[in-house]
């Protein structure tokens, strides 16, 4: 089988005593919007995975197409395809790991809150049904506003009465990703060591990229912190201009989401050492949910890492404060849409 690693050293050490162990396959995993422009590469990568042995492809449109292609690589997962709303239960069914895909991209000039009112009924269905499926699997949820749409899926696992918050993450890897990358290239220091913990929500001034807790340690001026920041925030816009109509970040938030599921992979297979950055219910803050470094654990969420919003510079005390406004407003919208339904 073929083999990728992702980002840190430790990881890199990890991934590769694995494959020298011959790690047996053994995750479900299902991507729910697996024909769209994250959900397909974010396939290929998950069917090279060495911890998966089944993986569930939904869409609502052209979904047997990819997973037949998929299915031709030899690599140990099996490949199975699911289409429409009859054929979900059956997607979801004892899978350990949901990852959601699904819902509409910007388009230049968008915010991600201009996607709401389309994607907080497709994040809503899709949780129904896992909410009536596999209440014990971790959820992934890419669909924007990520904001709103996790605790979308919050009221609506609560009003099934299966809302398990330490198995509920809102997917803010690309954040991480795009910070680590931007970081080494600015500060000329070696990419594969460099670790930003990223802080607040998924969307504009909600994204707070903590640069004076960078890992290894990097001096910078209050110029490069101020513009790193801005570029972080901005990264999706970035993309979302260049591709000038043609959808956001696909190639880079398949890479995210797949390190984001090959940790909580390594996390249910017993490994005690995963961190990773997501947007999950929260008492760091006063908020009800806030993306900070958590340990995962065979149960999901085993500890928020509060400490890394002790000892912030005024400038991220600043940053914390105003993202707090924006995020509150976004968190109470995805509330009030999931109590409206009921
Ligand atoms: P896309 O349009 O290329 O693909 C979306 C797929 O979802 C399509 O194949 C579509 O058929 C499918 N779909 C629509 N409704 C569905 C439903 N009810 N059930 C199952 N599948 C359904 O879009 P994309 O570029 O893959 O982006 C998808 C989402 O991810 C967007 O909301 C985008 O904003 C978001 N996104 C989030 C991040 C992040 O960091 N969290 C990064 C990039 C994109
Ligand atoms: C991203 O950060 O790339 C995504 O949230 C997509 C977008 O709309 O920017």
Redesign the pocket.
């Known amino acids: 089988a073929l083999h990728y690693s992702f980002a840190r050293k430790s990881q890199n050490q990890h991934q590769m005593s694995r494959n020298v162990l011959q790690v047996k396959a053994s995750f479900k995993v299902a991507i729910?919007?697996?024909?769209?422009?994250?959900?397909q590469p974010l396939a290929l990568l998950v069917k090279m995975s060495p911890l998966v042995s089944d993986l569930h492809l939904?869409?609502?449109?052209?979904v047997k197409g990819v997973a037949a292609d998929l299915s031709h690589c030899n690599t140990p997962s099996r490949v199975r395809d699911f289409t429409g709303n009859d054929e979900l239960a059956n997607c979801l069914k004892d899978v350990d790991v949901i990852v959601i895909?699904?819902?509409?991209?910007?388009k230049p000039g968008m915010t991600?809150d201009d996607?709401f009112n389309i994607?907080a009924g497709?994040v809503k269905?899709?949780i129904e049904a896992v909410a009536d499926n596999c209440p014990d699997a971790f959820i992934h949820i890419?669909?924007?506003p990520?904001n709103s749409t996790v605790p979308i899926a919050a009221e609506v696992l609560k009003q099934k009465g299966v809302y398990d918050p330490k198995k509920l993450f809102?997917?803010?890897?690309?954040?991480v990703v795009r910070a680590n990358t931007f970081v080494a290239q600015k500060k000329n220091v070696k990419l594969i060591d460099v670790d930003v913990p990223v802080v607040g929500g998924?969307a504009g001034i909600t994204i707070l990229p903590l640069l004076s807790k960078t890992k290894p340690s990097v001096a910078f001026t209050d110029e490069e912190v101020h513009d790193l920041t801005v570029r972080i925030q901005n990264g999706?816009t970035e993309v979302v201009e260049a591709k000038a109509g043609a959808?956001?970040?696909?190639l880079s938030?398949a890479y995210?989401a797949a390190r984001f599921l090959e940790s909580s992979l390594r996390a249910l297979d017993g490994d005690s050492d995963v961190y990773e950055c997501a947007f999950v219910e929260s008492e760091v803050t006063e908020l009800p949910f806030f993306a900070s470094r958590i340990k995962l654990g065979k149960k999901g969420v085993e500890a928020v890492v509060a400490s890394d919003l002790e000892g912030l510079t005024e400038y991220e005390k600043k940053g914390l404060e105003a993202l707090k406004v924006e995020l509150k407003g976004s968190i109470e919208k995805g509330v009030a849409f999931a109590q409206k339904q009921t």
């Open positions: 729910l919007g697996a024909a769209g422009g994250i959900g939904y869409d609502i449109a052209n895909p699904a819902g509409v991209p910007r991600r996607l994607n497709i269905t899709l890419i669909s924007n990520v809102g997917v803010t890897t690309l954040d998924h999706g959808g956001s970040a696909t938030m995210a």
